[in-house]
């Protein structure tokens, strides 16, 4: 392995999700030689198309809307695909009128608090727009090792070659090998949760609304709004229950959405129809002790799921990493002329700009998710009181808002 041929460029990213394509896009549009590196890249993301559709719905904040038109994709997007949301409901779970939070996009004098997409839509515009980007080259492989010099890092593939970069970026997942390998440990706690995800034809409209309830054993269900009628859910559960919702015919479910808060879903979505196969996944939440690493000298950042993952019920994972993205972007295009790019001051920036918006975010995620699945009585009095008093709070849901939102800096 030692003796392979070594080529060199600017920056390589490892890891093929929208984080990583995001990344790897935004570095070569900033005239660097990069490169990006994921077993799966030659298969080109197809173009969603039909009334079906797919399985992983992402919303996406303002400030990823901000960054993917900075990467001058967003208006590539098909935004027949795309579901603004102006309203969110939030329901606690006693059944209660006054236990509810309403969060408006008129109130808070924003177009829209979001949009509902799918995964799909992004990577495949991020696929074209990377076609054409000459200073980006993809290598579908799979990463054997990687070491760390004083100039930066070498990668070793599993195709025999090896390559040389200023800069590495991790965007490799929950799991990172990368992270791994240059001693960054994680703090992890399993939720003993799994999300229940699929699609749904509806008979009421939506009337571009996210709807959340919070249910006495500690479920959350959310229904995203989608384009023509349609909802995407998120049923955060038990890995047992979650194994046995999949197992669920048409007309079960139908007797499922009957029962959930007292036949509330219903009542504001109609009669829901399948229109996907529903999946699982487990949920837990990961905060890496660094961003940058290897501690001695960094030549590493992490961003995305290598670097945090947290409970869905806020729906902000996606949008987090992407800020990652977009604070690596603007620090590496600032930088002094006289700094390398894996120049410590420069990935010690990085890492202060993230840990507050990171740790912001898993705290408040990691408490609402306990808070609910919380038992007792006096819980569960305080949970639902405390939504209606911020719901009372002009100035909280404002506060609320802004950090949903995100905000990013590119001038």
Not at 305 to 332: K, S
Not at 353 to 381: C, H, I, M, Y
Request: a neutral charge; proline letters at 4%; charged letters at 20%.
């Amino acid at each position: 392995m030692q003796s392979a041929k070594i080529r060199s460029a600017d920056v390589v990213v490892i890891g093929g999700g929208i984080t990583g394509k995001a990344c790897a896009l935004g570095l070569a549009q900033l005239g660097l030689n990069t490169i990006e590196i994921a077993p799966d890249l030659s298969q080109m993301a197809p173009a969603p198309q039909g009334s079906q559709w797919g399985q992983r719905i992402y919303a996406f904040s303002p400030s990823t809307q901000k960054l993917l038109a900075h990467l001058q994709i967003w208006d590539a997007l098909d935004h027949s695909r795309l579901q603004p949301v102006r309203d969110m409901q939030i329901y606690g779970d006693r059944g209660e009128r006054n236990d509810q939070l309403h969060l408006s996009a008129f109130e808070a004098g924003t177009p829209q608090l979001a949009w509902i997409g799918e995964s799909n839509l992004i990577e495949y515009t991020l696929d074209q727009a990377s076609r054409f980007q000459n200073k980006l080259e993809r290598i579908s492989d799979v990463l054997d090792k990687i070491e760390v010099d004083a100039n930066g890092a070498t990668l070793y593939l599993q195709n025999g070659n090896a390559i040389h970069a200023q800069l590495v970026v991790a965007a490799d997942g929950a799991n990172s090998p990368i992270r791994s390998a240059i001693g960054i440990t994680v703090s992890l706690e399993n939720y003993s949760q799994s999300a229940v995800v699929a699609n749904w034809t509806c008979t009421y409209p939506h009337l571009e609304t996210a709807f959340q309830w919070f249910l006495p054993g500690g479920d959350i269900v959310a229904m995203l709004p989608l384009p023509n009628k349609q909802v995407s859910m998120v049923w955060s559960t038990s890995p047992e229950h979650a194994a046995d919702l999949l197992k669920l015919d048409q007309a079960q479910w139908q007797e499922q959405f009957r029962l959930i808060a007292n036949g509330a879903v219903e009542k504001q979505l109609g009669e829901l129809n399948l229109n996907s196969t529903p999946a699982a996944f487990p949920l837990k939440k990961v905060r890496a002790k660094r961003f940058i690493g290897p501690e001695s000298a960094p030549k590493v950042v992490l961003i995305g799921d290598a670097a945090h993952v947290m409970h869905p019920l806020a729906g902000q994972g996606l949008n987090l990493g992407l800020r990652d993205v977009a604070v690596l972007l603007n620090i590496l295009s600032k930088r002094e002329s006289f700094r390398s790019l894996s120049d410590v001051v420069l990935l010690r920036r990085y890492e202060r700009q993230r840990q507050g918006d990171t740790s912001a975010l898993l705290w408040v995620t990691d408490k609402l998710k306990k808070l609910f699945s919380a038992s007792g009585n006096p819980e569960r009095q305080l949970r639902n009181w405390g939504l209606g008093l911020v719901n009372k709070s002009h100035f909280i849901k404002q506060r609320l808002i802004e950090r949903a939102l995100g905000d990013i800096d590119f001038e």
